[in-house]
Nanobody, 124 residues
Framework: QLQLVESGGGLVQPGGSLRLSCAAS????????IGWFRQAPGKEREGIACISSEDDHTYYSDSVKGRFAVSRDNTRNTVFLQMRSLKPEDTAVYYC?????????????????WGKGTLVTVSS
């Protein structure tokens, strides 16, 4: 059974850091584009980062560029999202998702497999 499981969320103060993990089972995560998405209360799910299949090219939304970094560890079948300089507006449920058909991540409707999410709260 193909499964993605996120971990690493929690409560952090503004300016702090967290590292989220996305662990895969049932498939080799390194073969696919993996995206990180987030959804804040009352808002639509937005894509914030992507690591491509084949060559690990990365993409970031303007809202996180320069603060977040996505990476892949194929030996652990895991993708990470390192988050720094966190702001209260980064508070959301964070999801990872796999796109099995594309070099790059599709939008939320185009991703094929999703984890259940991990909550990140940035507050003093």
């Amino acid at each position: 059974q193909l499964q993605l499981v996120e971990s690493g969320g929690g409560l952090v103060q503004p300016g702090g850091s967290l590292r989220l993990s996305c662990a895969a089972s049932g498939f080799t995560l390194g073969n696919y584009a993996i995206g990180w998405f987030r959804q804040a209360p009352g808002k639509e799910r937005e894509g914030i980062a992507c690591i491509s299949s084949e060559d690990d090219h990365t993409y970031y939304s303007d809202s996180v560029k320069g603060r977040f970094a996505v990476s892949r560890d194929n030996t652990r079948n895991t993708v990470f999202l390192q988050m720094r300089s966190l702001k209260p507006e980064d508070t959301a449920v964070y999801y990872c998702a796999a796109d099995v058909d594309s070099y790059y991540c599709s939008g939320p409707d185009g991703m094929d497999y999703w984890g259940k999410g991990t909550l990140v709260t940035v507050s003093s």
